[in-house]
C-alpha cells in the first residue's frame, strides 16, 4: 500500500528556514514518477509549489523561486522542501505529492505558520 508521510512543519518568524520532509513508500518512489510539494492557505485553493520531474528538472512557483528547493534521496525514499526566507504568505498545509504509473498519491500534510 502507498504511503506518504510528512515532517517539519511548525511554527517560524518571519526569515526563518523549515525543512520538509516526505517519506515515500518504496512502491511508489521511482525515478519515472513526478514527485512534488503543494500548499493550502487557509481560504485558498490547494497550490503546487515545487515538483521533481522523471527527467530532473525541478519548477518551482514563482512566489516561492529563489526561496524554496524541492529535492530527494533515493536511498532513503524522502522527498524534501528547504524552505528559506519565508515570509507570512507562506503559512498553510503543506502536502507531498507523488504521481506515479496513473494513480495520485497525497500525504496527510504539515502545517507551516510564519508568524512573528
Known amino acids: 500500500q502507498a504511503q506518504l508521510v510528512e515532517s517539519g512543519g511548525g511554527l517560524v518568524q518571519p526569515g526563518g528556514s523549515l525543512r520538509l520532509s516526505c517519506k515515500v513508500s518504496?512502491?511508489?518512489?521511482?525515478?519515472?514518477?513526478?514527485m512534488g510539494w503543494y500548499r493550502q492557505a487557509p481560504g485558498k485553493e490547494r497550490e503546487p509549489v515545487a515538483s521533481i520531474t522523471s527527467g530532473g528538472s525541478t519548477p518551482v512557483a514563482d512566489s516561492v523561486k529563489g526561496r524554496f528547493t524541492i529535492s530527494r534521496d533515493t536511498f532513503t525514499n524522502t522527498l524534501y522542501l528547504q524552505m528559506n526566507s519565508l515570509n507570512t504568505g507562506d503559512t498553510g498545509v503543506y502536502y507531498c505529492?507523488?504521481?506515479?504509473?496513473?494513480?495520485?498519491?497525497w500525504g496527510q500534510g504539515t502545517q507551516v505558520t510564519v508568524s512573528s
Open positions: 505529492n507523488v504521481q506515479y504509473s496513473g494513480s495520485i498519491y
Open positions: 518504496q512502491n511508489i518512489f521511482s525515478r519515472h514518477a513526478l
